[in-house]
C-alpha cells in the first residue's frame, strides 16, 4: 500500500437514477474508491456468503455486469482503467 493513500475517484450516486449515471434510490451518498492489493488466503466473513476472483476481462463481461446495479459496472471499468488492465 502506498504512503500516501488517495482514492481513484470520488462518486457521487443519486437517488435520481439519470442524473450522474451512479444511482443509490435511498439517498445522496458520496464514496471515496480505491484500489487496494489483496495477498494471502481470503474467507469470506460475517454476511458474506462467498468470496470469488474475476479476471479483468470477466469483470467487465456482460454476465457480471447484469448482476451489477447503481453504476457499479462503470466504477470497476474506471478501477481497471486506473491501474491499466481495463480490457
Not at 474467507?43 to 479476471?55: I, V
Not at 455486469?65 to 453504476?71: D, K, L, S, W
Given at each position: 500500500i502506498p504512503v500516501e493513500v488517495a482514492p481513484f475517484t470520488v462518486v457521487e450516486?443519486?437517488?435520481?437514477?439519470?442524473?450522474?449515471g451512479f444511482h443509490d434510490p435511498?439517498?445522496?451518498?458520496?464514496?471515496?474508491?480505491?484500489?487496494?492489493?489483496?495477498?494471502g488466503d481470503c474467507?469470506?466473513?460475517?454476511?458474506?456468503?462467498?468470496?470469488?476472483?474475476?479476471?479483468p476481462a470477466e469483470a467487465i463481461g456482460e454476465k457480471v455486469?447484469?448482476?451489477?446495479?447503481?453504476?457499479h459496472d462503470r466504477l470497476i471499468r474506471l478501477a481497471l482503467a486506473h491501474v491499466g488492465q481495463l480490457p
Open positions: 450516486y443519486f437517488p435520481d437514477a439519470g442524473f450522474s435511498r439517498h445522496h451518498a458520496v464514496s471515496l474508491a480505491f484500489v487496494v492489493p489483496v495477498a474467507q469470506p466473513t460475517q454476511e458474506a456468503l462467498d468470496l470469488g476472483w474475476f479476471t455486469r447484469q448482476e451489477m446495479t447503481g453504476g
